[in-house]
């Protein structure tokens, strides 16, 4: 069976750090480009950042850039989510999300909430 399980959300200050992790199994995960994309209540699911197959190549939605980095270890089956400076507005549900041109993978949510 195909499984992405999101994991490391949380309760954070704003300011604070939380890093997620996004473990995968039953298909070939080198071959897949890797995304994580949040949704907070009330809104549309929005991309945050997205790596490819290799490692090489990332992207970051502007809101992001500077505090988030996205990583893979592929021995390890896992993509990360390193989020520093957390701010009140990245507050939602974080879904990691497997791609290659054919097919397209998702797992459950993990919620990052950032209070005071």
């Known amino acids: 069976d195909v499984q992405l399980q999101a994991s490391g959300g949380g309760l954070v200050q704003p300011g604070g750090s939380l890093r997620l992790s996004c473990v995968a199994s039953?298909?070939?995960?080198?071959?897949?480009?890797i995304g994580w994309l949040r949704q907070a209540p009330g809104k549309e699911r929005e991309e945050v950042s997205c790596?490819?197959?290799?490692?090489?190549?990332?992207y970051y939605e502007d809101a992001v850039k500077g505090r988030f980095t996205i990583s893979r270890d592929n021995a390890k089956n896992t993509v990360y989510l390193q989020m520093n400076s957390l701010k009140f507005e990245d507050t939602a549900v974080y879904y990691c999300?497997?791609?290659?041109?054919?097919?397209?993978?998702w797992g459950q949510g993990t919620q990052v909430t950032v209070s005071s």
């Open positions: 999300n497997a791609y290659t041109g054919g097919s397209n993978y």
């Open positions: 039953g298909f070939p995960f080198d071959d897949y480009g």
């Open positions: 790596i490819n197959s290799g490692g090489d190549m990332t």
